[in-house]
C-alpha cells in the first residue's frame, strides 16, 4: 500500500492595507490592529503628503500587511475607512486599461465584494486626480460594466481610489489602485438610529475608551453623554461592571436610550438627568471617565464654558476613585491647560492627543486622578 504524504500547508495571502484613522489617533489604532492580529500584521510608515493625494506621515493613515482573514480586519473599531492597496508597475495610468492590469484590479474587487453578501454592492465610485479625464472615465466605466454597477459620482459602495505610488518607495514608478473593504465607512455605526447635533463620530469615541484601559470591573462613567456614542463604544469594548450616563437634557437621553436599544444594550446601561456639574453620584464610585465637552461652537458658547469647565473637572475628581482615567475631547484647549496645571488641580495629564475632525482640531486630554 502505497505511503500517503503528508499535504504540506498552503502559505496565506499576503494582503496590503491602508486605513484611514482620525489624524493624531494613528497610535490607537495601531494598538488596536496590533492587539487584535498580533503575529498577521506588519506595519510600514507613511510619508510626506504632496499634490498627488499621497498619505501624510501619521496623516490620518496606518499602513500594514496583513496575513489573515479579511472579514477579520471589518471587526475595527477606531478605523474610519480600510482600504486593500496594489501597486501596479506602470507609468501612466492609462496602463490600467490593459487586460492583464484590468484582471488584478477586479480580482481586487472580487476580494472586497466576496467579504459581503451578494447584494451589497449597487454603485461604484472612481476617487482620483483628473477623475474627469477620459482614461480615468473609461476605467470606470469598464469597471462598472465589468462589475454590473451604477456608475455614481457621489456616495457609493463600492469606492476605487487611483493615485501615482508614494516616491519614497524604491519602486515608486507606479500607480495605486485602493479599494474600500466595505460598502460604507467602519466608522458609520449601524446602532446609530437616532442622530444628535455635535455627536462624535464612532471611531473617534472608541478610541478615547480605550485610551481609560477598559477593564471588567469597570464603574464607567459618561458626563453630558448626549446621544449616547461613547456608552455604546465602551460596551462594545467590552464587559464593565456598570455603564452610567448623565445629560441635562431629556431630548438627548431620550435619543441615547434609542441608540443603546438598537446595540442591544438597553437595558445595561443607566441613563440620568443630571447636571455634570453636580451628579447623582457617590464619591470615589466611578473608576472610568469620559466626556464630549462642548466646544463653544455647535454646543455652549466659551462664556458658558469659562464657567462650567471647572466645576465639571471638579465634580469628576469628586466621584472619581484614587488612579481614575478621565479621558475629555474639547476644542477649550488653554481652558483646559489652565485648569490641568494649576498646583491643586485633582488630575494628572497623562498625555494630550491633538485630532482633526472635519476641519476642527480638538484635543483629547488623557487624566488620571491624583492617588
Not at 514608478?173 to 438610529?193: E, I, K, N, Q
Amino acid at each position: 500500500m502505497a505511503r500517503t504524504q503528508p499535504r504540506t500547508p498552503s502559505r496565506p495571502q499576503t494582503y496590503y492595507i491602508e486605513a484611514d484613522v482620525a489624524e493624531g489617533l494613528e497610535s490607537v489604532s495601531t494598538s488596536e490592529i496590533r492587539t487584535r492580529f498580533d503575529k498577521f500584521v506588519r506595519f510600514f510608515s507613511t510619508i510626506k503628503a504632496s499634490k498627488d493625494g499621497a498619505p501624510a506621515e501619521g496623516g490620518g493613515v496606518v499602513l500594514f500587511s496583513f496575513d489573515g482573514d479579511l472579514r477579520d480586519l471589518l471587526k475595527l473599531q477606531t478605523v474610519q475607512a480600510l482600504y486593500l492597496l496594489q501597486r501596479y508597475p506602470i507609468p501612466r495610468p492609462k496602463a490600467l486599461l490593459g487586460d492583464e492590469h484590468l484582471r488584478n484590479v477586479r480580482a481586487q474587487i472580487a476580494a472586497v465584494r466576496g467579504l459581503h453578501a451578494g447584494n451589497a454592492f449597487k454603485s461604484l465610485r472612481l476617487n482620483a486626480a483628473g477623475s474627469d479625464s477620459a482614461v480615468m472615465m473609461r476605467l470606470k466605466s469598464d469597471l462598472a460594466e465589468a462589475e454590473g454597477l451604477v456608475m455614481s459620482d457621489d456616495e457609493a459602495d463600492l469606492l476605487i481610489r487611483v493615485r501615482p505610488t508614494p516616491s519614497i518607495h524604491e519602486d515608486s514608478v507606479g500607480w495605486d489602485v485602493l479599494v474600500r473593504l466595505s460598502p460604507r465607512p467602519l466608522a458609520t455605526r449601524a446602532w446609530r438610529v437616532c442622530n444628535f447635533e455635535g455627536a462624535l463620530n464612532g471611531a473617534v469615541a472608541h478610541a478615547m475608551v480605550r485610551l481609560t484601559h477598559p477593564n471588567p470591573r469597570d464603574v464607567y462613567l459618561n458626563i453630558a453623554c448626549g446621544s449616547g456614542t461613547l456608552l455604546v463604544e465602551r460596551l462594545l469594548t467590552g464587559p464593565a461592571r456598570h455603564l452610567i450616563g448623565c445629560d441635562i437634557d431629556p431630548t438627548a437621553l431620550a435619543c441615547a436610550r434609542q441608540n443603546a436599544t438598537a446595540a442591544g444594550a438597553g437595558s445595561r446601561i443607566a441613563l440620568y438627568q443630571a447636571n455634570g456639574c453636580a451628579l447623582p453620584l457617590a464619591s470615589r464610585s466611578i473608576n472610568a471617565i469620559t466626556a464630549d465637552l462642548p466646544f463653544g461652537h455647535l454646543v455652549g458658547s466659551h462664556a458658558e464654558n469659562l464657567r462650567i469647565y471647572p466645576l465639571i473637572l471638579e465634580e469628576a475628581a469628586r466621584v472619581a476613585r484614587p488612579r481614575a482615567f478621565f479621558t475629555v475631547i474639547t476644542h477649550e484647549v488653554r481652558l483646559m491647560d489652565q485648569l490641568l496645571l494649576a498646583d491643586d488641580s485633582p488630575w494628572t495629564i497623562e498625555k494630550v492627543l491633538k485630532v482633526e475632525l472635519g476641519g476642527l482640531h480638538p484635543r483629547i486630554f488623557v487624566l488620571q486622578k491624583t492617588g
